[in-house]
């Protein structure tokens, strides 16, 4: 069964931080750029940070933009989103994705999800 799971969530203090998981299980993560998106009831789904297949290539959300840090262990088949600094707008469930960019090229970007995780929460409150 081809699935990525996420996890790593829970319930911080503002300031605090956090490391997210996002492991897939039945293929291989390679070929696959993965994206972090958030939703937050009554809003639009945000893309927080996404790493190309290489890992040499990172984005990240203006809101989260030094404080979050992607990266990505291909031999572990898992990609971590590291959380600093905390603040009580960064809650949400946050979920995983994979895209598969085109002839084998090593971009990442938030659109065409090929799989979809089912999501983690992270609740930043005192």
């Known amino acids: 069964q081809l699935q990525l799971v996420e996890s790593g969530g829970g319930l911080v203090q503002p300031g605090g931080s956090l490391t997210l998981s996002c492991a897939a299980s039945g293929f291989t993560l390679d070929y696959y750029a993965i994206d972090w998106f958030r939703h937050v009831p009554e809003k639009d789904r945000e893309g927080v940070s996404c790493i190309s297949p290489s890992g040499g290539i990172t984005n990240y959300a203006d809101s989260v933009n030094g404080r979050f840090t992607i990266s990505r262990d291909n031999a572990k088949n898992t990609v971590y989103l590291q959380m600093n600094s905390l603040k009580p707008e960064d809650t949400a469930v946050y979920y995983c994705?994979?895209?598969?960019?085109?002839?084998?090229?090593?971009?990442?970007?938030?659109?065409?999800?090929?799989?979809w995780g089912k999501g983690t929460l992270v609740t930043v409150s005192s």
């Open positions: 994705a994979a895209v598969r960019p085109p002839a084998g090229r090593d971009l990442c970007y938030y659109y065409g999800i090929d799989y």
